[in-house]
């Protein structure tokens, strides 16, 4: 009884050493050259300046959710969302004199808008200047029926 028990325990040993010495030939790092030809390896310097522009985006996409806690009752749970929301929308861009105009499309929900239109105005009494030129932007969203 136990020869017949060792036949299948010694098989399964077999199985088992087969496929470590298959998971040991198999190499711990490729290459990405030898894994995606296609892809690049940025240098150092790329790097620095790619994570710099997200860290930049971060901090403004944060600053702009924080600004919308006193417009916008479920800031705490959509802020970040509503952020994102706003930043891909579309709009128009219209020079009138000195100001540089961003009139944007409304949002998905009346309740999102209404916060962007808020938010809008607290950017406009910073009176904040395009980098680089005399024009100072304001912020504006287009008519959606029920922001009123």
Request: charged share 25%; net charge positive.
């Amino acid at each position: 009884m136990l020869a017949r028990l060792e036949r299948p325990v010694a098989a399964a040993r077999r199985e088992l050493e087969a496929a470590q010495a298959a998971a040991r030939a198999v190499p711990a790092k490729i290459p990405l050259a030898g894994h995606a030809p296609e892809m690049v390896r940025l240098d150092t310097e790329t790097k620095l300046i790619t994570h710099a522009i997200r860290m930049a985006a971060r901090n403004a996409e944060t600053i702009l959710a924080r600004a919308l806690h006193s417009h916008h009752a479920r800031a705490g749970d959509e802020a970040y969302a509503l952020t994102r929301e706003a930043l891909t929308t579309s709009g128009d861009i219209t020079l009138r004199g000195s100001v540089l105009n961003v009139r944007l499309d409304p949002l998905s929900a009346p309740r999102r808008t209404r916060a962007l239109v808020a938010l809008c105005e607290q950017l406009n009494t910073t009176a904040t200047r395009y980098p680089g030129t005399r024009l100072t932007l304001h912020y504006e969203v287009k008519e959606h029926h029920g922001t009123a």
